[in-house]
């Protein structure tokens, strides 16, 4: 039910809260296996509430598009949520191929994995890399190595899916990735086996925050010099809005971090979060300025929460970024091989 997914995704662009949008999500899934007919059939017999997932809400939705009308809700969430969430950043956002970074119910995201896929299919993506937490992240269900194993499974069968519903084009591909803890030594929260499975690695910092600078430097330079590190996510750590409050950035002597993803090619990113905005603009212009690679992601953690990249793309268009410099405006070969140090 496209209608359904459509209402969901705009509510999470929107960010509305989790509850609303996850009603019309089960709607979508429990009408998934039924034929058109039937459901037809049930909203003429005013069945449709009878099976599990659907509501008054959803039902009246369905009763719409079965009648061959745009439904009032599609209609006023595509006026409420469904315009530019920025100005400026849309050239460098067309250029972008994939997303590095993503959430899905295997960690705390709130979707399953081929429904993230889909999303990022529709928004024109050659490739979305999956990046579910590890383990120390226990408050996120952070994936084991058995877990982990696992998801690399299904990923290779989504893919499958993908390519034998000809849905993937020239082949969209959803990456073997991880969002890998940076714990307090810089080492990497995962075997070295597992992490030489993937394709693209994000490293990040979760805990201690309030750590010493020159603690918080060593603690950063050594995961960027860890050869599996390709990515530096979200690297202040700052909260400036949202339900989970604010929190300052940890301290570090940005130009060393700086210095050294520049020196061994790892990429800054630019967390599109609107909570986040990581880096902030002060350290992502010295960046700039030392030549690093940059990515913009979107950390995702729903399918609508996809379409924030725009977010990231505005701001590296302000600090005059260009798209070479982009890892993920380069083709998946490229940013493949580029990933394997
Ligand atoms: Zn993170
Ligand atoms: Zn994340």
Redesign the pocket.
Known sequence: MATLRRIAFLLERGRQETYKVKAFRAAAASLLPLGDDEIAARVAAGTLTDLPGIGASTAKVVAQVVAGEVPDRLASLEEEYGGSLVSGGDGLRAALRGDL?SHSDWSDGGSPIEEMAFTAIELGHDYLVLTD?SPRLTVARGLSVERLQRQLAVVDAINEHLVSAGADGDGFTVLKGI?VDILDDGSLDQTEEMLGRLDVR?A?V?SKLKMEPDEMTKRMVAAIENPFTNVL??CTGRLITGNRGTRPGSRFDARKVFEAAAEHGVAIEINSRPERRDPPTELLEQARDIGCLFSIDS?AHAPGQLDFQVYGCERAEAAGIEAERIVNTWPRQRLLEWARR
């Open positions: 970074h937490h969002e994000v990040s979760h996510g979200h950390d």
